[in-house]
């Protein structure tokens, strides 16, 4: 038989030791797999099973096994290529329990196939309502006791007749989802370590002639003296580069843990299907022909991942310059561009495969080193994203530089670069355009919006490549600084102050210059930067060394950081004859090594050395922030507000509008009621029984957005019905009207919404009502859910909230109130993925508390779970 499972149910998914696998449900015609499968077991794995000897399955079981109702029975197998290397059922019992088991192949166990196959069966129960998984488990199978254990759901167990009775609440826990996010970061990591750490490379496609794809990589290889093998592959050529040439991959004598694709496109996807059989682990495309070149291509681009998936490999590209890593260890080069740069600790992802030859001599010429390096092409598999999980634990990384076209998973990115920025620094270039074949951007969130999310999540944007080299320069190699306060110490009059003119720009706190005269030299400058060192009102020096007449330029690098190595805790920056790059390194000729820690960058200009200096204060005072966490959610007010969405949508996929005042009553927020009055004489109805004074308004979301649309402070039914015939000749006879009581003053009118966007998950954006802020789009956004310092920034990132702390006399309001009310936002967002949109408008923010005057609320079914929600998965 065949039933309907959710397309969510499938999934690609990377195990422990970074190898991949897909999970689907069982089917019928998955009945010769089971049986190999079963075949492949040992007795003991058999017996922990179903308690005793069992060497064969019969039709009839194999039959039950694959034949489920995708309701009460539900069975989830992982394969690799064409095999079943594992199966996770459960089998309802009564209503929300049902028995789980599960069997993994013995050649597949220790690899984390059950703890993802786990995951899965949790969340497609708990959408069939199961809440408790119970097992029966043999004391001696402590592989499966450990994993239901280890999984972080609430777990009891008992023992009795010889046998261990486990049961496992599936409500997700904080442990529950720590736990998650760990298996993730360590699954993901060592996938890009496998890429980054190869034993041996396979150059597929390299050709006789010298300039083409893959012999450049090939050359590339052998001049970076790999640490490893290196294997041509070419049909007919016996030796490339005078090394052994094979006919195949399948034909080398060897293991190949790495191969690099230059073939035709067409050709890719045989190959892939070779480099599986040879046990390959990671794949390099350098081809082109996929995603970029339109549809066809994006289809054969697919293809790709899916068999590469399917086979256990990660795929870097296609269409892509290559991958590098400086380890000594290692020494690998498997790119186009035959100069890397030298160790450093620098760890650089980049999506452009036409930028990365340009970008990495960029690095090199400043002298800045590198850990690893990554163009991800088309980024049809390995992401930003899984490069960040690697370079969070590589000890060899203390900096992060993404150039990044697309963001496949947003959601993903703030979250672990909120985790990682606290270590390390990230910083990104967010190109404004998306080139053909990449995944889509972030659509629908301006672009100041993605700068916000970016800011909440800790993460430097910067708007160029320029930039990110000047930032990157600092942070790697110069501790952050403690404050804004800088001290400039100078040679030129001229420079010093617009280094000071600089400062103030950029939101810094320049103290009086230095200046030492332009015949200064090492002695003068070193007692000049001891001195700012010294000073408690410095955080930062910037030196600028601009001689009349070059002189002793050698001697003056070497005092400036003979000095700040005698001083450390305060980050020191250059303008060093009007060069950019690292001291020691720009008083040699010719480029040189990575200069180490403790070496002073140097820029072009004193405003560049300022703009750097400015991003890393504010990125010191990100990190300073206490990390609070966003309330826990749940309760008795979530449930009736769950209850409230799921009669709402009753199976349908909506969009439908519910009644916004009873969703937010659930939470305990009272919406005052606007009843629509057909007439005058209704209005003074309604007004009578609301309480004077009252307000007269558009009813309609759009017209309410204009200037003039409401009427304030009517006292009496004169008023009203005046009011009323006035606003209803200016909207039109057949306009909604409402009737509200007059809320009190004074306060600042504010709006509040959230959406749920299709990449992002839900956000939490924020501004004032006037109608000023609403042209200027003075808005602030956050991802939900918010903690209660999300909202504080949200609330101070907005341009007109000086208006909300009692400046331009206004009185200052109950902001704890407002910020509350963001908080509960965005928990409310992040509980039901249903809320298509909340707005909440106006809100009024007064002396002592604040008053919701308007909301609407629309909800729609999810297709599926959010990006980063639900069981771990490859995008």
């Known amino acids: 038989m065949e039933a309907y499972y959710p397309a969510h149910w499938e999934a690609d998914v990377v195990l422990a030791d970074g190898g991949t696998a897909h999970v689907r449900p069982i089917r019928p015609a998955d009945a010769d797999r089971l049986l190999a499968f079963y075949s492949r077991l040992s007795e003991e794995t058999i017996y922990f099973r179903f308690f005793g000897p069992r060497p064969r399955l019969s039709d009839r079981e194999v039959e039950r096994f694959t034949n489920v109702d995708y309701t009460d029975r539900v069975a989830l197998i992982a394969t690799i290529g064409d095999e079943m290397v594992a199966v996770i059922r459960y089998d309802k019992i009564e209503d929300g329990e049902a028995e789980v088991a599960f069997l993994v192949e013995d050649a597949h166990q220790g690899r984390g196939v059950a703890s993802v196959l786990l995951e899965h069966l949790a969340a497609t129960a708990r959408e069939r309502g199961i809440v408790r998984f119970v097992a029966d488990v043999l004391p001696a199978n402590r592989r499966m006791t450990g994993v239901l254990r280890q999984a972080g759901y609430t777990a009891e167990s008992r023992f009795a007749d010889g046998v261990v009775r486990m049961t496992l609440d599936l409500t997700p826990t904080e442990t ?12 993901e990591s060592r996938s890009i370590q496998r890429l980054l750490t190869p034993g041996s490379v396979a150059v597929i496609g390299a050709s006789r002639e010298p300039g083409g794809v893959g012999h450049t990589v090939l050359r590339n290889l052998l001049a970076g003296d790999f640490a490893g093998p290196v294997y041509p592959v070419h049909r007919e050529a016996r030796a490339l580069a005078g090394v052994r040439a094979y006919p195949s991959v399948t034909a080398i004598d060897g293991e190949v843990d790495l191969a690099v694709l230059a073939v035709p496109a067409e050709g890719v996807l045989d190959v892939v299907v070779e480099c599986a059989e040879k046990g390959v682990r990671g794949l390099i495309v350098v081809s082109s022909g996929f995603g970029e070149t339109g549809p066809q291509g994006r289809a054969r681009q697919d293809e790709l991942v899916r068999i590469a998936r399917a086979h256990g490999l990660r795929v870097v590209g296609p269409n892509c310059l290559g991958i590098a890593n400086t380890d000594p260890a290692v020494r690998l080069n498997a790119t186009l561009a035959a100069t890397i740069p030298a160790r450093g600790r620098v760890g650089f992802f980049s999506q452009s495969g036409a930028l990365g030859t340009t970008l990495l001599q960029r690095v090199a010429e400043r002298n800045m080193g590198i850990s690893s390096f990554v163009s991800a092409g088309n980024r049809a598999d390995v992401s930003g994203n899984d490069l960040l999980q690697f370079w969070e ?29 606290r270590r390390k620094p990230v910083v990104v270039v967010k190109s404004g355009g ?42 790697a190699y110069q501790p952050l600084p403690a404050g804004p306060r800088v001290g400039v110490v100078s040679n030129s009059d001229a420079l010093a102050l617009l280094a000071g003119d600089a400062c103030v720009t950029a939101g810094l706190e320049p103290r009086p210059p230095v200046n030492i005269g332009a015949q200064a030299g090492a002695a003068e400058f070193g007692e000049a930067l001891a001195g700012r060192l010294a000073d408690p009102e410095v955080d930062a020096v910037v030196v600028i060394y601009m001689p009349p007449i070059p002189r002793d330029a050698a001697g003056v690098a070497a005092e400036l950081l003979r000095v700040s190595a005698e001083r ?36 072009a200009a004193p405003e560049e050395a300022v703009r750097a200096l400015a991003h890393a204060v504010r990125h010191a005072m990100w990190r300073e922030r206490p990390m609070d966490h966003p309330p826990s959610g749940g309760g008795e007010g979530t449930a009736q507000a769950r209850d409230l969405v799921h009669r709402t949508l009753d199976g349908g996929e909506g969009p439908v509008e519910l009644d916004a005042a009873l969703l937010l009553g659930c939470y305990g927020v009272r919406v005052w009621p606007s009843p629509l009055a057909a007439g005058p004489g209704e209005a003074v109805e309604i007004a009578e029984r609301l309480g004077w004074p009252v307000v007269v308004k558009a009813a309609d979301p759009e017209a309410a957005s204009r200037a003039g649309t409401i009427r304030l402070g009517l006292s009496g039914p004169d008023a009203l019905r005046q009011a009323y015939a006035d606003l209803s000749a200016q909207l039109g006879p057949d306009a909604p009207i409402a009737v509200q009581r007059m809320a009190p003053q004074p306060a600042v009118p504010a709006v509040i919404n959230v959406v749920e966007h299709p990449a992002a998950g839900p956000v939490v954006s924020f501004g004032l009502g006037e109608v000023t802020a609403r ?69 009024l923010v007064g002396e002592s508390g604040v008053t919701v005057l308007g909301a ?20």
């Open 176 to 187: 529950s989802q720590e736990v998650t996010a760990a298996r993730e970061h360590r699954a």
């Open 393 to 421: 634990e590589d000890p060899a990384t203390e900096v992060v530089l993404l150039y990044l076209e697309s963001l496949g998973n947003p959601r993903k990115f703030a979250r672990l670069t909120r985790r990682i920025s």
């Open 434 to 475: 998306v080139p053909a074949g990449h995944a889509a951007p972030v659509l629908g969130l301006p672009d100041a919006a993605l700068s916000m999310l970016f800011a909440q999540a800790g993460v430097i944007r910067v708007d160029d490549l320029t930039q990110q080299f000047d930032v990157a320069q600092l942070l």
């Open 568 to 603: 450390p805790g305060k980050p020191v920056l250059a303008t060093f004859e009007g060069r950019f790059g690292m001291l020691p390194e720009l008083s040699r000729e010719g480029p040189g090594r990575d200069p180490g820690r403790g070496s002073v960058p140097s820029y």
């Open 775 to 843: 042209l200027l789009g003075d808005r602030a956004y956050r991802l939900a859910p918010l903690s209660s310092g999300d909202a504080a920034e949200l609330i101070r990132s907005i341009k007109a909230a000086p208006l909300l702390f009692g400046e331009y006399g206004y009185p200052p309001v109950a902001v704890a109130a407002l910020r509350e009310l963001l908080v509960l936002a965005g928990r409310m967002a992040d509980e039901l993925p249903e809320l298509s949109r909340l707005d909440l408008d106006p809100v």
């Open 856 to 875: 609407r609320a629309v909800l729609r079914n999810p297709s599926g779970p959010r990006l980063d929600g639900g069981p771990r998965r490859l995008a």
